[in-house]
């Protein structure tokens, strides 16, 4: 029978909070042994549902199962169930673009749920399952995580071994505050290449309003260009110590861009809740393959992590009851936001806008943030009142009706 999951759960919002285990060496060996035999499995299952080209999560359940228990004896009824819908989750996106089986990382992680896992919340243990027994592991973190891990729902886990350190990341379910209308409008954010976010007020981001050593986008991309012959360099040298300076800066440029994504979308939540404004973004989904570029701007191009900063945005903008839309952005750095003229000749340099019919110039990066915030506005009216043009509309002319006399006429 199905778990149905709570109102709290339904309507909140989910957040994610680190725990570090402190296990003991025969607790981390157990844990290591959970962790490769449920992945050895979800490799198992992938195979058979490539061979049988069963995809869909109860269908792959009635093929798998069994057979999954009986290949691997450690293996328990819920951890298989979790590597079922680990194989599902992996082929629903991507099935069209694979070629072959989807394979696991021998350590990658692996999910825990309520029946896989349980709390002793007041002497920080939780206790997990293992092919060998349950074990009963320590666990620690940030005074804010704890708190919230004592007081909100909790979800599914998912359990992590990174250089020899066990981290549990655990979901919560925040309460979801009520959207605000937007009663200044939308703060429009355009998002490039050449600068990573420009707000319709003008700010630029990175740059001299976010604290840290970033000190803006040209040093973002020298960084980042640094990184990336450094990594060429030493994947051409191929020697053993070559490749263990690859291990120790591995993941290290992902960190410094995601902390950046970060900053900049808070900033941009904070900047709209102070003036009362909602939040604008284009939507960007599609935009690699629409783009035409020249083969030397083809890996900053798909380096682009625009979603991570759209998603980073959203829901810090639900957390705070910001309204949040996205808008189409063509062209949105061609327009004017004054007269409305639309036209190639409006952009005569690469970051330069110049209307040929009103006049007015800037730069075209301020110019998108500004249109992409009308249209924020446009859309947001559009969808929350959907009978605001004055237009026919068979509801309101139903509800101007007066009611149907109970004794007739």
Same mark, same amino acid.
């Given at each position: 029978?199905?778990?149905?999951?709570?109102?709290?759960?339904? @309507?909140?919002?989910?957040?994610?909070?680190?725990?570090?285990?402190?296990?003991?060496?025969?607790?981390?060996?157990?844990?290591?042994?959970?962790?490769?035999?449920?992945?050895?499995?979800?490799?198992?299952?992938?195979?058979?549902?490539? #061979?049988?080209?069963?995809?869909?999560?109860?269908?792959?359940?009635?093929?798998?199962?069994? #057979?999954?228990?009986?290949?691997?004896? %450690?293996?328990?009824?819920?951890? %298989?169930?979790?590597?079922?819908?680990?194989?599902?989750?992996?082929?629903?996106?991507?099935?069209?673009?694979?070629?072959?089986?989807?394979?696991?990382?021998?350590?990658?992680?692996?999910?825990?749920?309520?029946?896989?896992?349980?709390?002793?919340?007041?002497?920080?243990?939780?206790?997990?399952?293992?092919? &060998?027994?349950?074990?009963?592991?320590?666990?620690?973190?940030?005074?804010?995580?704890?708190? %919230?891990?004592?007081?909100?729902?909790?979800?599914?886990?998912?359990? !992590? =071994?990174?250089?020899?350190?066990w981290r549990l990341h655990v979901t919560l379910t925040l309460p979801k505050p009520p959207v605000g209308e937007p009663a200044n409008g939308f703060l429009g954010v355009d998002q490039g290449v050449a600068n990573l976010?420009?707000?319709?007020?003008?700010?630029?981001?990175?740059?001299? &309003?976010?604290?840290?050593?970033?000190?803006?986008?040209?040093?973002?991309?020298?960084?980042?260009?640094?990184?990336?012959? #450094? /990594? /060429? /360099?030493?994947?051409?040298?191929? &020697?053993?110590?070559?490749?263990?300076?690859?291990?120790?800066?591995?993941?290290?440029? @992902?960190?410094?861009? &995601?902390?950046?994504?970060?900053? !900049?979308?808070?900033?941009?939540?904070?900047?709209?809740?102070?003036?009362?404004?909602?939040?604008?973004? +284009?939507?960007?989904?599609?935009?690699?393959?629409? *783009?035409?570029?020249?083969?030397?701007?083809?890996?900053?191009?798909?380096?682009?992590?625009?979603?991570?900063?759209?998603?980073?945005?959203?829901?810090?903008?639900?957390?705070?009851? !910001? *309204?949040?839309?996205?808008?189409?952005?063509?062209?949105?750095? #061609? %327009?004017?936001? +004054? =007269?409305?003229?639309?036209?190639?000749?409006?952009?005569?340099?690469?970051?330069?806008?110049? =209307?040929?019919?009103?006049?007015?110039?800037?730069?075209?990066?301020?110019?998108?943030?500004?249109?992409?915030?009308?249209?924020?506005?446009?859309?947001?009216?559009?969808?929350?009142?959907?009978?605001?043009?004055?237009?026919?509309?068979?509801?309101?002319?139903?509800?101007?009706?007066?009611?149907?006399?109970?004794?007739?006429?």
């Open positions: 029978m199905a778990i149905r999951r709570s109102a709290a759960k339904r @309507h909140g919002l989910p957040s994610v909070v680190q725990l570090r285990l402190t296990p003991t060496p025969a607790q981390a060996n157990a844990l290591a042994t959970a962790v490769r035999v449920c992945n050895q499995a979800a490799t198992y299952i992938s195979r058979l549902a490539w #061979q049988q080209r069963t995809f869909p999560i109860l269908d792959l359940h009635r093929l798998a199962y069994h #057979q999954a228990r009986a290949h691997f004896g %450690a293996l328990a009824a819920q951890a %298989a169930v979790r590597a079922i819908a680990r194989v599902a989750g992996a082929y629903a996106n991507r099935r069209a673009t694979k070629k072959r089986a989807h394979i696991f990382r021998p350590h990658g992680a692996i999910p825990y749920d309520a029946r896989l896992m349980s709390w002793n919340r007041d002497a920080r243990i939780v206790s997990l399952w293992t092919p &060998t027994g349950r074990v009963h592991v320590s666990y620690t973190g940030r005074e804010e995580d704890l708190k %919230a891990l004592d007081t909100l729902p909790i979800g599914e886990a998912d359990l !992590i =071994c990174r250089r020899g350190v976010a420009v707000t319709s007020d003008g700010a630029v981001l990175p740059g001299p &309003t976010l604290p840290g050593p970033i000190e803006g986008n040209g040093h973002a991309r020298t960084l980042r260009q640094r990184r990336h012959r #450094q /990594r /060429r /360099r030493l994947q051409k040298k191929g &020697t053993p110590a070559a490749r263990r300076v690859l291990r120790r800066l591995s993941g290290r440029e @992902h960190r410094m861009m &995601t902390d950046l994504k970060h900053q !900049i979308s808070k900033y941009v939540v904070r900047e709209a809740e102070r003036t009362g404004h909602g939040i604008a973004l +284009e939507d960007l989904q599609g935009i690699r393959g629409r *783009a035409r570029a020249h083969r030397l701007q083809r890996r900053t191009l798909h380096s682009w992590a625009f979603a991570q900063n759209i998603e980073f945005t959203r829901y810090k903008a639900a957390r705070a009851g !910001i *309204a949040f839309t996205l808008v189409d952005p063509a062209y949105t750095s #061609q %327009a004017c936001p +004054e =007269c409305g003229w639309t036209s190639r000749a409006n952009r005569p340099a690469r970051g330069r806008f110049a =209307c040929t019919r009103c006049g007015l110039a800037g730069h075209a990066d301020h110019i998108a943030a500004r249109n992409i915030a009308q249209r924020g506005v446009a859309g947001w009216a559009a969808v929350n009142q959907p009978h605001a043009t004055g237009l026919p509309s068979a509801r309101r002319d139903r509800e101007s009706k007066p009611p149907a006399s109970a004794g007739g006429s």
